[in-house]
């Protein structure tokens, strides 16, 4: 019998939800490091993810965190297909910097520090830094300089959107513009597939289906 099938009978909630949160509670016991997938078979990864599931997990873990992040690339998407390009850009820079932040929070974690000094240094550290230098410390690969340089200016936008920084500019430059905006839309998907892979490679070690799929 699986977890997943375990917890099904000992919860009075329908067997769909009871697997979703199964599966949502293995990935962040993998991402925050309470376990690690690596030189495990499925028999031993199910045992660690099933004693963490009915365990302590939440008080290890440090409580219940809503993540937005999944519906704000949800939101980013149906705005591009909108063509409602400010505001896919709003979603999709917000998204990126979810996601930057919680690698960021997760290789904190994984390394024993508090959340307080985790906090201070998502919040101290500049953008390009987050991108570059401060990922090596954790021994982490920097985000390749296309997609880097992509976030970067995909945030420049989302700032200006958001606190109206526009300046006056003639109809040539608004039309240049807003050709720069629909074309870092329309190549963030490309960032967003590089995101995804790094994140499955270097923080779920490639095994993030096979645990969904053992719980």
């Known amino acids: 019998m699986t977890a997943t099938e375990t917890n099904e009978r000992n919860l009075d ?3 769909d939800l009871a697997r ?15 376990v690690d997938p690596k030189g495990k078979t499925d028999e031993q990864l199910r045992s660690e993810l099933r004693e963490c599931i009915q365990n302590d ?3 290890r873990l440090g409580g219940i965190i809503i993540d937005h992040t999944d519906s704000l690339l949800r939101q980013a998407r149906t705005f591009c297909r909108a063509g409602k390009l400010y505001y896919a850009c709003l979603m999709y820079a917000t998204w990126a910097e979810h996601w930057l932040n919680g690698l960021i929070t997760t290789a904190g974690q994984r390394r024993g520090l508090p ?28 985000i390749a300089a296309r997609h880097r340089n992509l ?6 936008l989302r700032n200006g959107f958001v606190h109206y920084k526009w300046q006056g500019k003639d109809d040539t ?14 190549n963030f998907e490309s960032t967003v597939k590089y995101i995804l892979s ?6 779920f070690s490639a095994s993030l289906a096979r645990a969904c799929k053992v719980v």
């Open 151 to 156: 976030i970067v200016h995909l945030m420049d």
């Open 57 to 59: 997990y939440l008080e």
């Open 115 to 142: 959340d307080d000094e985790i906090t201070q240094i998502i919040r101290d550290t500049p953008l390009r830094a987050k991108l570059t230098w401060l990922l090596s410390l954790p021994s982490l690969p920097r």
């Open 198 to 203: 790094y994140e499955e490679r270097k923080i």
């Open 13 to 15: 909630i329908p067997p």
């Open 20 to 34: 979703r949160i199964c599966r949502a509670v293995a990935k962040d016991a993998i991402r925050s490091g309470l």
């Open 173 to 186: 430059a608004q039309d240049q513009e807003r050709a720069g905006v629909k074309w870092s839309v329309a």
